[in-house]
């Protein structure tokens, strides 16, 4: 036996028995350690667990609000609807609900009681590529025209541009399918704003602004969920539709209204708020099928024969209009100027009331009015210019309300009710 161990167990001063212990406490520690790692581990997967449980939830919450708001879209309008052909036409109406591409497609097109679809749009006798004896084959140039009016977003310049046309042109203009957006009782659209919008197409050019324009055979092509033509435009406004596939002679022209892009409850509101009626379309949500019709491509400059063109005398009167307009554009803004002054001087004066702001603003938009009615030479009726102070009033009190508060906020004054 060595000396100073007994039964082979070590003395309790042995240095053994102290590296025997550290060793010991150390294996204890690690195994701690890993217990307390292992159960960070089992919370951050139970975490993890938990995230996705709530965002599946989420999910599925979404998805039953938008199948929610979509079926009560659809339920106020008919399958079975009828659409009126454009006025004056004579035809008889034709449902957008049935056979919408061929009759063996996946897609229902479900209509509301004012939708836009007008008489079969026929290939124009002038449109390059077809005669009688000749069909039009996928890819070609089928319709290339410029716009009956060619102007900006700002309703006035609409109404005067309209009332320089000549008397076919506004005839044409007039027969269109009409559509109010406002939802107001009573409506607060003139007569055009309720046709130009129904029918105008989106232009793409470079300018920062969006820009929309009315045509005379192109207003008049209905939509259908996958038509027979794709259309882009030209720098100058010249709308071109060209076959997606084969379109024989007589055929109905169809297109895709509107843009092909969003998700498809957004496209269906868009249709329904703007056009009156909406779809069910489960061949469009394909990114394939979507982009084959999509609008925005700019066209070719050249290429057949530009239906619709204006003649030098409309051009010059186009100019005329649009320096008239430059001359409103340039009352208005310094009627809004003396308003800004108005609520400027009143702040600093601590004479600012509600009362007070309200009356500069509608002595403002009078200003506006009395200046309008003085320089009419387009002769714009009293509904128009009504219409358009209705309209003016909103924008200037937003713009009214932004100067108060802005110059507030610079002075230090508590916010209040504008």
Not at 221 to 231: G, Q, T
Request: glycine share 4%.
């Amino acid at each position: 036996m060595t000396p100073g161990k007994a039964d082979g167990a070590h003395r309790v001063d042995d240095p053994q028995v102290e590296i025997d212990q550290s060793v010991i406490l150390s294996e204890i520690a690690t195994l701690e350690l890993n217990d307390a790692a292992g159960q960070s581990t089992e919370k951050r997967k139970a975490e993890r667990n938990r995230r996705k449980k709530v965002n599946a939830r989420k999910n599925k919450a979404e998805k039953a609000r938008q199948e929610f708001e979509e079926q009560e879209m659809l339920g106020s309008v008919s399958q079975d609807a009828k659409i009126p052909s454009s006025v004056g036409s004579g035809k008889t109406s034709k449902s957008l609900a049935s056979d919408c591409f061929d009759g063996s497609s996946s897609i229902d097109c479900v209509v509301g009681s004012s939708a836009l679809a007008q008489e079969k749009t026929k290939v124009p006798e002038k449109v390059s590529g077809f005669s009688p004896h000749k069909i039009s084959k996928k890819a070609t140039e089928v319709l290339r025209e410029a716009p009956l009016m060619k102007c900006g977003l700002n309703w006035l310049l609409k109404e005067a541009f309209f009332m320089s046309l000549n008397e076919e042109k506004k005839n044409v203009l007039m027969s269109l399918h009409s559509h109010c957006s406002c939802n107001e009782n009573p409506c607060r659209e003139t007569t055009l704003m309720k046709i130009y919008d129904v029918n105008s197409f989106d232009i793409v050019n470079d300018k920062p602004e969006r820009t929309n324009y009315i045509y005379h055979f192109a207003s008049r092509i209905n939509h259908e969920c996958l038509p027979n033509m794709a259309r882009g435009n030209t720098k100058n406004g010249d709308l071109v539709f060209s076959a997606v596939r084969d379109i024989e002679r007589g055929g109905e022209l169809a297109a895709f209204y509107q843009v092909p892009f969003g998700t498809t409850l957004a496209r269906r509101k868009i249709l329904l708020s703007k056009y009156g009626f909406t779809y069910i379309n489960k061949v469009l949500n394909r990114c394939g099928e979507i982009l084959k019709y999509s609008p925005w491509i700019i066209a070719n400059e050249s290429g057949s024969e530009i239906l619709n063109k204006p003649t030098l005398e409309e051009m010059q009167t186009a100019k005329q209009v649009e320096s008239w307009f430059k001359s409103v554009s340039q009352a208005a803004e310094k009627a809004e100027e003396d308003m800004t002054i108005a609520i400027s001087i009143d702040l600093l004066r601590s004479q600012s009331t509600q009362e007070r702001r309200h009356l500069i603003v509608e002595n403002t938009v009078q200003i506006f009015d009395d200046f309008l009615r003085r320089n009419n030479p387009y002769e714009l009726s009293d509904e128009v210019i009504s219409a358009y102070r209705y309209r003016a009033t909103i924008l200037t009190f937003r713009a009214a309300k932004q100067v108060f508060d802005n110059m507030g906020r610079e002075m230090g004054i508590s916010p209040e009710e504008f």
